[in-house]
């Protein structure tokens, strides 16, 4: 009865999420032409255009009918576009394939490499593990008799032997088999990723069952404990030195010290004034004990072990370290950060790690995937016609290459390969340039070749499989469309008029206005006794200009003798100070952002409107502008009367609705 129940309900409940997104997509919001726009295309470009679900929900009606508009009119002129057959315009066809190529390898790598692994990372480094191992390294024996010693140590450990002791007689990492192999705790991203990986895959108190092989050589690993990683927290402590005031170690002294301490507190003491009147540690005790925010490992192991395991704002037992005793108090435990905020860190940490190892696999992968075929026999019968012939241009003109291109190497798809598509791909390649074509460096030339290959390969045909990758394609597509739109309705169709142009000015000519201006020079320096030298040598006679020319520290300027030309009053502290000065004189120094000014004013240009030959630039401006929008607005209107478009708006209020 339960499970029927339970059936019952669960087909309801799939029977309102079928009907709920039925409804979206049988609801029109617009027609135009033949084609109907339904509320479920709406949400989903509103979406894409305002940044999100949650924002788009926020929006007002009057939004949603404005976006609504504009929607229709892309898609009157998308439907334009494809009436024109611009989807078959060689210019459009060659910069989209480039595109394409260009993207997808990009995209490819983003989504089937970069994205799955940072994820998995970031839910990774939500927990931290503890970790024993037991290292072998191979220095006198054969990889394999390394690899069954190590699972030789494995059997044994399972079937009931001690971990360390077998730690401390075979492992070669000196630094851990004093301790059973302990390394202490890890997250992702900090060993060796084969290492992390058996580790995330281990349960507590579990040796995994295989040997792991890294750089360093082969594991036999232990998972000891599995917590919820704390990404830094804020603490303060209390100090009590083992050696006494004579500097004589009186251990037995010092706990009885920081017992008494740690019972006051208890008490009612407050911590921070305890640790200013009696920490012992002189850095943090004027501080009240504080020692700022710190993550794992930043503290010696028996003081890092207890502090991130205390709860906020509780008093811990007496910690022993090398330094002395301490009394911990955590006073703020750090969120993770989002993953949007660690993404940056994540991916150069999975470029250092295993990036390179993981796209080798996933070059594999993509052999399986795209039918890669490789001719039996066909590298070494290729090589045997080569007598001389290296990567180089000679290669093009030979014998050797119309003997070779006979052959197909390799098939993708079944599509083939030839001996030229390598060499295309290796002649400039140092590693290849100038040496004989042999069989060795025709087959390193076809692995450096095929793996650029197969990304490509796979991008031309990914929005046949990736959603995604589809969408971005349709979306860059209809972009050159529109832009070619615009090109031949708008931009082709521009005529700069020079007496509408005229006319334009002397209708709005109050807007073209220059304000209070002045035409003044600068002398620049970085150190007040040079300015005070040139200042001097003004004074007695030497030419401004000259001194500017030679000397001023604004390279820049020392061509126009530090001369700005004419300058709004209020543009910066140069014009204000040159301002203050009569027509011809020269400053004394003065102190400036960065260094040092001596000024001299040229000119002065009263507030006055400007000519039309001073205002021509942005008039004709302003005429494009509104040429452009008006030939913009014929080319809408002319769609319109072709397209008829209806919206029906009263259906946008159940837009983003549940």
Request: charged share 30%; with cysteine; net charge negative.
């Amino acid at each position: 009865m339960r499970k029927t129940l339970f059936s019952l309900l669960m087909c309801s409940f799939l029977f309102i999420l079928i009907s709920c997104s039925t409804e979206k997509s049988s609801i029109v919001v617009s027609e135009f032409g033949n084609e109907k726009l339904t509320l479920g295309e709406f949400e989903k470009a509103y979406q894409k255009h305002t940044g999100g679900l949650e924002k788009a929900k926020q929006d007002s009606i009057s939004q949603y009918k404005n976006f609504l508009d504009l929607y229709i009119n892309f898609k009157m002129k998308v439907k334009d576009a494809d009436e024109r057959g611009l989807a078959y315009d060689p210019s459009i066809v060659n910069e989209y394939e480039s595109y394409k190529k260009q993207v997808g390898v990009s995209y490819l790598i983003e989504k089937r490499l970069i994205e799955p692994a940072v994820k998995e990372m970031y839910e990774r480094r939500k927990i931290e593990c503890r970790v024993s191992h037991i290292m072998i390294v191979p220095n006198d024996m054969t990889q394999n008799d390394a690899y069954n010693l190590t699972q030789s140590i494995i059997d044994s450990i399972k079937a009931g032997g001690s971990f360390n002791k077998f730690a401390e007689k075979y492992s070669d990492d000196n630094y851990s088999k004093v301790v059973g192999g302990d390394i202490y705790y890890i997250t992702s991203g900090q060993v060796p990723y084969e290492f992390e990986d058996a580790v995330y895959e281990t349960a507590v108190n579990d040796v995994y069952p295989k040997p792991i092989k890294t750089v360093y050589g082969y594991h036999v690993i232990k998972v000891t404990d599995r917590i919820e990683r704390k990404e830094s927290i804020k603490a303060k402590h209390i100090l009590v030195d083992f050696k006494d005031e004579n500097g004589n170690v009186d251990s037995a002294a010092a706990y009885k010290q920081i017992e008494s301490y740690r019972m006051q507190i208890l008490n009612g003491a407050d911590f921070s004034q305890m640790a200013v009147q009696f920490s012992e540690d002189k850095y943090s005790g004027v501080n009240g004990g504080d020692l700022g925010f710190f993550q794992r490992r930043q503290m010696v192991q028996p003081f890092d072990y207890v502090a991130f395991r205390l709860p906020v704002g509780e008093l811990s037992e007496i910690v022993k370290t090398d330094y002395g005793y301490h009394l911990i108090q955590v006073e703020e435990i750090a969120p993770m950060l989002s993953f949007e905020k660690q993404l940056p860190e994540l991916k150069n940490l999975y470029k250092q790690t295993r990036y390179d190892d993981d796209k080798v696999k996933f070059v594999e992968q993509l052999k399986v995937e795209m039918n890669y075929k490789l001719e039996d026999g066909v590298i070494e019968k290729i090589a045997n016609l080569n007598d001389s012939v290296t990567f180089s241009d000679e290669y093009w003109t030979s014998d050797f290459r119309n003997k070779a291109n006979a052959f197909t190497i390799f098939t993708i798809n079944a599509k083939p390969f030839i001996l030229d598509s390598i060499v295309n791909n290796t002649i400039s390649v140092k590693t290849f340039t100038g040496k004989k074509i042999t069989k060795d460096l025709l087959n390193s030339a076809l692995d450096d070749y095929l793996s650029n290959l197969l990304f490509e390969e796979k991008a031309q045909i990914l929005d046949k499989s990736d959603e995604g990758f589809a969408e971005l394609m349709n979306d860059y597509k209809n972009g050159l469309y529109i832009f070619k739109l615009q090109e031949e309705e708008v931009w082709n169709k521009l005529e700069l008029d020079s007496i509408k142009i005229y006319n334009l000015y002397l209708e709005t000519k109050e807007k073209y206005n220059w304000p209070d201006r002045v035409n003044y020079s600068e002398i620049f320096s970085r150190t007040d006794s040079l300015i005070q030298n040139y200042y001097q040598r003004i004074l007695n006679g030497e030419e401004f200009d000259s001194i500017a020319t030679n000397y001023t520290e604004k390279f820049n300027l020392r061509s126009k003798a530090g001369n700005y030309g004419f300058v709004d009053v209020n543009a910066d502290e140069l014009s204000k100070l040159a301002d203050e000065l009569e027509v011809g004189s020269i400053s004394e120094p003065k102190k400036v952002k960065n260094g040092f000014a001596i000024i001299k004013l040229f000119a002065r240009d009263p507030m006055r409107p400007k000519t039309f030959e001073e205002a021509r630039a942005e008039v004709s401006s302003q005429y494009q502008e509104m040429e452009s929008k008006r030939l913009e607005e014929d080319y809408i209107n002319r769609l319109k009367s072709y397209y008829q478009p209806k919206y029906y708006y009263e259906e946008l209020n159940k837009a983003f609705k549940e």
